[in-house]
T-cell receptor, first 116, second 111 residues
């Protein structure tokens, strides 16, 4: 399997701009997750898709954040009107229900967002 | 109380020694437990998963789970300098796919 890929790897944007990140999961993984990680903290759950359905969403996810997975393959995470507090590493992970260890999540390299 | 607690470290061990990393969790309904390794500036890498009480061994790594005590640990035998990283404990509660991470323990293996 090729691993989870994320693009871009780095993004610098000015406060108030919109940004969009893409995640391509491991092929045939039907579950996809987004996390955010800041320095010195563990990854923080944002949202989860099974196929194209968004099934879980963190209460911490403000309405400026939206995620999609329209065809059950790749996913996008959009942040509107970015704020300096959005600066973080955005991580995507995927897992499969077709294997015994269906809860094991495999992470992509992440997208590092800097809001100036 | 944090959902998943880890000592932030750093935990320093000499090369060749056993490193012991500990984690406690608050939700008694938790069903799946994971250890991830994260090098500085990189994303987390899955090392071990454990689902039932007892020990699970994989190479130099052993995960231990005690649900009654709400405690999970990771032992690294014959520690190498390349094991120097932050180790994240992660827990999945029953009925959810969401995984909650601890803040990680930084391990330093001294040559």
């Amino acid at each position: 399997d090729t691993g989870v890929s994320q693009n871009p790897r780095h993004k610098i944007t000015k406060r108030g701009q919109n940004v969009t990140f893409r995640c391509d999961p491991i092929s045939e993984h039907n579950r996809l997750y987004w996390y955010r990680q800041t320095l010195g903290q563990g990854p923080e759950f944002l949202t989860y898709f099974q196929n194209e359905a968004q099934l879980e969403k963190s209460r911490l996810l403000s309405d400026r954040f939206s995620a999609e997975r329209p065809k059950g393959s790749f996913s996008t995470l959009e942040i509107q009107r970015t704020e300096q507090g959005d600066s973080a590493m955005y991580l995507c992970a995927s897992s499969s229900t077709d294997r015994g260890n269906s809860y094991e999540q495999y992470f992509g390299p992440g997208t590092r967002l800097t809001v100036t | 109380q944090k959902e998943v607690e880890q000592n932030s470290g750093p935990l320093s061990v000499p090369e060749g020694a056993i490193a012991s990393l500990n984690c406690t969790y608050s939700d008694r309904g938790s069903q799946s437990f994971f250890w991830y390794r994260q090098y500085s500036g990189k994303s987390p890498e899955l090392i071990m998963s454990i689902y039932s009480n007892g020990d699970k061994e994989d190479g130099r790594f052993t995960a231990q789970l005690n649900k009654a005590s709400q405690y999970v640990s990771l032992l690294i035998r014959d520690s190498q300098p390349s094991d120097s990283a932050t180790y994240l404990c992660a827990v999945r509660s029953g009925g959810y796919q969401k995984v909650t991470f601890g803040t990680g323990t930084k391990l330093q293996v001294i040559p």
